[in-house]
Nanobody, 124 residues
Framework: QVQLVESGGGLVEAGGSLRLSCVASGRTFRGYAMGWFRQAPGKEREFVAAISSSGSRIDYADSVKGRFTISRDNAKNTVLLQMNSLEPEDTAVYYC?????????????????WGQGTQVTVSS
């Protein structure tokens, strides 16, 4: 497993942007599919975006398509989530997760390692 640490959250006005970063420890990072998830108060954790181990495949939740961009740098053990045109509905704690298979990582039960989360708050 890998240890994951997220950063980059904060308070932003609607229409603004934030970039989240997730840094992984361990030399096996390049073998994992990576995903971003979010959890709003009183709601279940939901899938946001995923990227395959090589970065060649990417998927997004419909609610963020066209606004969010996921990327990774295997040399730096880092996965990023660029969030543009933020809306109050995007307010949540954002988590990165590592999974064995890109095709199933959208289900949080298939995530083997989680970060501690970073709070994103979008004001209207």
């Amino acid at each position: 497993q890998v240890q994951l640490v997220e950063s980059g959250g904060g308070l932003v006005e609607a229409g603004g942007s934030l970039r989240l970063s997730c840094v992984a420890s361990g030399r096996t990072f390049r073998g994992y599919a990576m995903g971003w998830f979010r959890q709003a108060p009183g709601k279940e954790r939901e899938f946001v975006a995923a990227i395959s181990s090589s970065g060649s495949r990417i998927d997004y939740a419909d609610s963020v398509k066209g606004r969010f961009t996921i990327s990774r740098d295997n040399a730096k053990n880092t996965v990023l989530l660029q969030m543009n045109s933020l809306e109050p509905e995007d307010t949540a704690v954002y988590y990165c997760g590592a999974g064995a298979v890109f095709g199933t990582i959208y289900r949080s039960t298939n995530v083997g390692s989680w970060g501690q989360g970073t709070q994103v708050t979008v004001s209207s």
